[in-house]
């Protein structure tokens, strides 16, 4: 496989996420936990790879842990992980070692040049057997380096979609993700799939809402300024929408939010917004966590328009829906009501499913 002769440009390999070191201990707990979770997921359908020396990515691998277990299971597959962040890349390779990246922090540089500094990426196919320790580690962009055409068998993106959408040359732009899927599908080889696990979007996302928010369990600041130096910890949860409102770039894209405040604690919001409020608010207890996690909008695609994306590029649908994990629901509601715009309560499984299931394959 190779990798593209000009530099790389703004893209996922720019994500600034979870560089504080405390935050990046969090996140790497957080992935161990959800291992086997998502192992289950992907397992079943790279048991439907045909082909005598599979070759597997992958993409936005982050610590590693998923990669490793997929190698565990499919121990005949050549399986290489992909992440941006070289620290991540760095934990990875500390529990895989292998000679070529043994100190990865030395050969890349994330200010400078990554191609200038790496002399070999991603093993062709027909080299996967000069490798005794399996799986390997690379830093890079997935969106912005060449891949070897139709060399690659598998692709597995786990929580990465929304960080294309949200990272890309223009941030939160559908354009990101075709992009990448235009790559990914003159890389993968004929019959080759693209697995995703990524949270859900409201599958009518423009619905608007009726929502009212506790506003005892902590503070209300009186004007926007305060509101926005007040530490998050501190907030209501109505206050903390508020926060969120201003602080999420794609609320503020939208001219109804831009400096919004309200000292009404029922708001009229559309579905895919609240959604993207439950999701964030989780982040709220911690500082870095919060400012890392709200550059990103979790859910880009709904059912229906991955539907007809696969339908206009000459995917195989294998796999797409949406699902309701309960989980973190009554975390997610704490101090929160939702209702339709005349005031009927909602079915929230039915209206906020927050697990998006795809796999596409390509056709011969």
């Not at 990669?67 to 499919?74: A, D, G, N, P, V």
């Not at 305060?226 to 894209?253: D, V, W």
């Not at 400012?291 to 206009?312: C, D, H, P, W």
């Amino acid at each position: 496989m190779k990798v593209a002769s000009s530099q790389l440009g703004s893209g996922v390999l720019s994500c600034p996420k979870q560089q504080d070191p405390n935050s990046l201990q969090r996140y790497n707990g957080s992935m161990r936990r959800s291992t086997d979770k998502k192992a289950e997921f992907f397992a079943p359908w790279i048991k439907t790879i045909n082909s005598p020396e599979p070759v597997l990515l992958d993409l936005g691998c982050c610590n590693g842990y998923l990669t490793r277990k997929l190698s565990e299971i499919f121990p005949s597959i050549n399986f290489t992980g992909i992440d941006a962040n070289y620290k991540m890349v760095e934990t990875a390779q500390e529990s895989t070692p292998y000679d070529d990246w043994k100190n990865v922090s030395n050969l890349v540089n994330p200010m400078g040049s990554l191609l200038q500094m790496i002399r070999k990426f991603i093993p062709q196919k027909n080299d996967c057997q000069q490798y005794e320790i399996k799986p390997s580690f690379r830093v890079g962009d997935i969106v912005e380096f060449d891949y070897m055409p139709e060399s690659i068998d598998g692709m597995a993106l786990s929580a990465i979609l929304h960080e294309i959408y949200s990272y890309g040359t223009d941030s939160f732009n559908i354009e990101n993700f075709r992009k990448f899927m235009k790559i990914a599908k003159e890389a993968l080889a004929p019959n080759g799939i693209i697995m995703i696990r990524d949270p859900a979007k409201p599958p009518n996302p423009e619905e608007i809402l009726n929502v009212s928010l506790e506003i005892t369990n902590g503070l209300n600041p009186r004007t926007l300024e305060n509101l926005l130096n007040t530490p998050l910890k501190q907030l209501s949860t109505n206050a903390l929408l508020i926060r969120f409102l201003n602080e999420f770039e794609p609320a503020q894209r939208l001219n109804d939010f831009q400096g919004y405040f309200s000292d009404s604690n029922n708001h009229q919001l559309p579905s895919w917004l609240i959604h993207e409020f439950l999701f964030h608010r989780g982040f709220a207890s911690e500082t870095a966590d919060w400012y890392s996690e709200i550059k990103e909008q979790y859910g880009v695609l709904t059912v229906e328009e991955m539907r007809n994306f696969a339908k206009e590029n000459g995917w195989k649908a294998e796999l797409i829906e949406a699902t309701h994990d309960s989980t973190h629901r009554a975390a997610q509601l704490e101090g929160v009501t939702l209702s339709t715009i005349n005031g009927n309560p909602i079915n929230f499984e039915e209206k906020f499913p927050n697990n998006f299931r795809v796999v596409l394959r390509k056709l011969d």
